[in-house]
């Protein structure tokens, strides 16, 4: 038996040893390593927060700057391209005319092309031109056969500029086939430049093919500004050559990850400095509306380049100052709870262990050193009763101390509880009260005069849209003409809608209301007097809302059909189709509104004709109130409850059929989602906070679970032991210091309960 007890505690021993691998070690080892971590990276992160002599939001805008330039330039020539050969396959579908006859029909339609003619391809004959002089030499027509004959395609002029040539094919039976040519420049329809910007198409080689926003040095009158512009041009051109190389690459290895929204290649670019300024850039390649997917534009291998100067600012948000405060604040409350969890509640376990492990080899001669607080001294009590048991005193006899019993009183759970406080006491500012950047920021005015100008632009490609749509309607009217049949009307219709997907439903109407034809949906009922101006038309303007409640607005256009008694072609936009154009990221949430500021449409989920809220609808008011050509574009940055906004306003301004409607685009955004270093040094600020938390978090709920719960359940059954329960057996729950003196009790209950057999035996005898 002895040999047997011998034994046991031999294994009691090689397991105590292996549980100083786990244990109360690790968690507090694990949170003095992440604190230290914890400092370092907030001496680094809060100390480089601050901004440089461009803060990257201004960067960022440039980009989407360019990406909004790239959009309506790649819309704008597929636009073209599409509208010149449909119009070209609905002439030869109809009875042959004279080529000045189709000139002057696409004239009055469509105003976007500087020159147009027609050339007959087998002799290469001009047969009528009409604008500029069409560059017809450059246009070799016996290739015309092959299968890529018919793109678009860029000449440049004796004078350097550079035109775009859209071909179509017109063809009747019986007749030699002709050549339809539409040349136009490439410039950029209605982007709104605003002040100091200047912006470029460029080839795949950085040639400069066309530019706006910088004056000929001849039109400048002084000479710091003729030097203005000739840095402007020389910026400009070395821009363009690391734009075009960029511009290369695949658009998956050229942007960085987790960065979208446009599908094609973009970025910044950083130049010199120049008398307080300093000139950046963006670039975008004109690419498809979805990824991988190639249109006529971007065969072209276009780029386009925005370029501003700004004010350079040398001033910082924060230096390493505050960082290196901040960490030398978590060192020391770190150190400070380290210290805690070490003194009261590690040593106190391993000497418990200790001492446990000597009553279990049978050394009792010296008391059992008991710890001041919490379980560990209620354990180390129970363990000298024992002791005192052990060498012959009885149960009742060998008692708790006076006052043992105020030892227990401060548990090990309260210690957790005060170095969480103490960790706590570093995050929570960090968390909540440092650097708040709503009440200080200062939002760059480039910024803000960027949510203007892009607003702006986005406006004229809505507008823009728009008369595109009702251009096409006129141009169908106009096609159809004395054709009653309502199988070669729908046929018509069906085309139309086909080749541009922006109308829901496309339908001719007489002047009775009766619908004569139709392609795509059932057509929206117009109600007696809705929209009417008398009798005769069925809208009181070119394009209308033909309703003012329901799930979605109901957008038409009207074209009436020459010489048919009032009858016209009336095509409803599909809503999706306006939505789609408002989809450009960095504008935060972007809304159509009418004339009264109910909200049409929306790049986000929206009520329709719901108005806008007062601080918006303010704007928007105070920006539409500025009617005709002298209508501008409106920028601010406000504060409210939910912190700093920054909005823009710009109402319709131009001509077409859209002029009348009296629409306004507004966007906004929180400054919050704006890369500006005060909102930077503050999600750095949280970020470390939320850092902090985490690990106290993580680190003492550790503690707890493996250590602090089992040592209170060890608590109260070896309190139970020393009183006298024998039947209750002790077992370990984790192999680690906890269960190692949870071991250690038990072998003192066996070894208790083979003493009460011994010292029963000889009154057994005697009996």
Same mark, same amino acid.
């Given at each position: ?86 119009? #070209? ?42 604008? &500029? ?59 709104? +430049? ?29 000479? +710091? ?29 050229? $942007? ?78 770190? =150190? ?28 009792? =001669? ?17 363990? &000298? ?8 005193? /009885? ?70 849209? +728009? ?23 729908? $046929? ?12 829901? /439903?496309?339908?001719?109407?007489? #002047? ?83 004339? &009264? ?9 929206? *009520? ?11 704007? #928007? ?28 306003? =710009? ?9 009348? *409607? ?33 690990? #106290? =978090? ?47 009790? &038990? ?21």
């Amino acid at each position: 038996m002895a040999a047997s007890s011998a034994k046991r505690r031999h294994k009691v021993r090689r397991r105590a040893d292996m549980s100083l691998l786990g244990g109360i070690r690790p968690p507090i080892a694990v949170l003095s390593a992440l604190l230290l971590s914890l400092a370092g990276i907030t001496a680094l992160g809060l100390g480089r927060a601050s901004q440089g002599s461009v803060p990257e939001a201004v960067l960022t805008s440039q980009q989407r700057f360019a990406e909004d330039g790239a959009v309506a330039m790649r819309a704008s020539i597929d636009e073209s391209a599409t509208d010149l050969t449909r119009t #070209a396959g609905l002439f030869s579908a109809g009875e042959p005319v004279s080529p000045d006859a189709v000139l002057d029909k696409i004239g009055s339609v469509y105003q976007k092309w500087m020159g147009t003619a027609v050339v007959e391809i087998k002799s290469g004959r001009l047969l009528a031109a009409r604008g &500029e002089n069409v560059p017809v030499t450059a246009i070799d027509t016996s290739r015309l056969s092959a299968k890529d004959g018919l793109t678009p395609r860029m000449v440049r002029l004796q004078n350097g500029e550079t035109r775009l040539l859209a071909l179509a094919l017109l063809s009747w039976p019986d007749r030699p086939q002709q050549l339809l040519i539409a040349s136009s420049s490439l410039r950029f329809p209605g982007i709104s +430049l605003g002040q100091f910007r200047s912006i470029a198409v460029i080839d795949s080689d950085g040639h400069i093919l066309s530019s706006d926003g910088i004056p000929e040095p001849e039109q400048v009158l002084t000479d +710091l500004q003729r030097d203005g512009v000739k840095r402007s041009n020389k910026e400009l051109k070395a821009f363009s050559k690391v734009a075009a190389t960029k511009a290369a690459q695949h658009p998956l290895t050229a $942007k960085e990850p987790g960065s979208g929204g446009f599908p094609g290649v973009s970025g910044s670019l950083l130049g010199s400095s120049f008398q307080g300024d300093r000139s950046i850039a963006g670039y975008a390649t004109l690419t498809g509306p979805q990824p991988g997917e190639g249109t006529v534009a971007t065969a072209l291998g276009l780029t386009v380049v925005a370029m501003v100067d700004v004010a350079v600012d040398p001033t910082r948000v924060a230096g390493p100052l505050f960082g290196l405060i901040a960490a030398a604040a978590l060192l020391l409350i770190g =150190a400070l709870a380290v210290a805690l969890l070490i003194g009261t509640v590690q040593r106190p376990l391993l000497r418990l262990f200790l001492e446990s492990r000597r009553l279990t080899r049978g050394d009792l =001669a010296r008391p059992v050193t008991v710890p001041k607080y919490g379980e560990a001294a209620r354990i180390g009590q129970a363990l &000298e009763r024992l002791r005192r048991q052990l060498v012959g005193e /009885s149960a009742d006899t060998a008692g708790p101390p006076p006052g043992s019993s105020r030892r227990g009183r401060f548990g090990t759970r309260g210690l957790i509880v005060v170095c969480g406080v103490l960790l706590l006491a570093w995050s929570a500012p960090m968390l909540l009260l440092f650097n708040r950047a709503d009440s200080t920021v200062a939002v760059p005015e480039q910024i803000i005069s960027d949510q203007r100008e892009r607003t702006d632009t986005l406006s004229d490609r809505v507008r823009r849209a +728009l008369n595109e749509g009702h251009a096409d309607l006129v141009s169908v009217s106009a096609l159809i003409g004395d054709r009653t049949s309502p199988e070669d009307m729908t $046929k018509v219709l069906e085309r139309t809608r086909t080749e541009h997907l922006r109308y829901r /439903s496309l339908y001719v109407r007489s #002047a009775d209301g009766a619908i004569l034809a139709r392609a795509g949906e059932s057509p929206h009922r117009l109600p007696a007097g809705d929209g009417a101006k008398d009798n005769d038309k069925p809208f009181a303007q070119p394009i209308s809302v033909l309703n003012s409640s329901g799930k979605e607005p109901v957008i038409a256009g009207y074209a009436e059909i020459p010489g048919r008694g009032g009858a016209a072609v009336i095509g409803e936009f599909r809503i999706d189709f306006i939505n789609s154009l408002l989809k450009r990221p960095g504008l935060g949430q972007i809304r159509v509104v009418d004339g &009264e500021h109910r909200v049409l449409a929306g790049n986000t989920g929206y *009520l329709a004709f719901q108005k806008l809220p007062k601080r918006l609808d303010e704007l #928007a008011t105070g920006t539409s109130q500025k009617t005709g050509l002298t209508a501008r574009a409106s920028g601010v940055m406000y504060r409210d409850g939910g912190g700093v906004q920054v909005a823009g306003a =710009a109402p319709f301004v131009g001509g077409g059929a859209a002029k009348e *409607l009296g629409w306004t685009v507004v966007s906004w955004q929180p400054a919050a989602g704006l890369a500006i270093p005060e909102y930077r040094l503050q999600n750095r600020t949280v970020l470390a906070g939320v850092l902090g938390v985490t690990a #106290a =978090a993580a680190c003492l709920g550790w503690l707890y679970i493996v250590v602090v719960r089992p040592l209170r359940e060890l608590a109260v059954k070896a309190e139970a032991l020393a009183a006298g329960d024998r039947r209750t057996v002790l077992f370990p729950h984790h192999h680690d210091e906890v269960g190692a003196v949870a071991r250690s009790l &038990e072998l003192v209950r066996q070894q208790l309960q083979e003493q009460r057999r011994h010292d029963s035996a000889p009154l057994a005898g005697r009996n």
